[in-house]
């Protein structure tokens, strides 16, 4: 499978992979705990600081970032349309800032590296008899399959504009299924080879 890692080593590479997940989720819980925009739209500018701060990205980064714009706009839209413009800015905020901050991670951050973390979190739950590392496993498949999805959707996309001179939309759901499963079905008899059962 394709990944968004960034080969070209940045400031953020350099920091251990549990530190970045750690302040990828005491921010997000931190975001959670209010919704005054005075303090979630300077948290925007901080997210967006440390993702430009990067340097550039491959075009379907920018793609998703702006496909996630598009869905905070309308979050915001439909809380502004209800009455609550508050509550819509406050939301929109929210995804945009965890929205940099994960994919800044991604980008910085190998698969193994946060397979190793996963499986040093849930260490403590071998002794209750929970299989670790499948569970570990598990997690960073799933991770892995959601960065895929967007990088073969950014491909089919640009094959499509390529023949057609315009977006694929929702005509591109079908083929992306079948792709998808494709993937997941070659991943999972690799896995059965692997581990014999």
Not at 152 to 160: E, G, N
Request: net charge positive; charged share 15%.
């Amino acid at each position: 499978m394709q990944s968004l890692y960034l080969e070209q080593r940045t400031w953020l590479h350099a920091w251990r992979p549990g530190l970045k997940l750690l302040f990828v989720a005491a921010m997000g819980t931190a975001l959670f705990l209010t919704n005054q925009a005075l303090i979630l739209l300077p948290a925007v500018v901080i997210c967006a600081g440390v993702f430009l701060s990067l340097g550039p990205v491959a075009p379907g980064v920018r793609r998703l970032l702006v496909s996630v714009l598009i869905g905070a706009s309308f979050v915001a839209g439909f809380h502004v349309a209800m009455g609550q413009a508050a509550l819509g800015i406050a939301s929109a905020a929210r995804l945009i800032a965890m929205a940099l901050l994960g994919v800044s991670l991604t980008l910085t951050t190998r698969h193994t590296e946060l397979l190793e973390v996963f499986e040093w979190l849930l260490a403590p739950l071998a002794r209750l008899g929970v299989p670790v590392n499948r569970l570990s496993l598990l997690l960073a498949l799933m991770m892995r399959f959601t960065e895929h999805f967007f990088l073969q959707w950014k491909r089919l996309d640009d094959a499509h504009r390529v023949r057609t001179g315009r977006t694929g939309g929702w005509r591109l759901l079908a083929p992306l299924t079948i792709q998808m499963l494709v993937t997941a079905r070659r991943v999972a008899d690799t896995l059965h080879a692997r581990l014999g059962k």
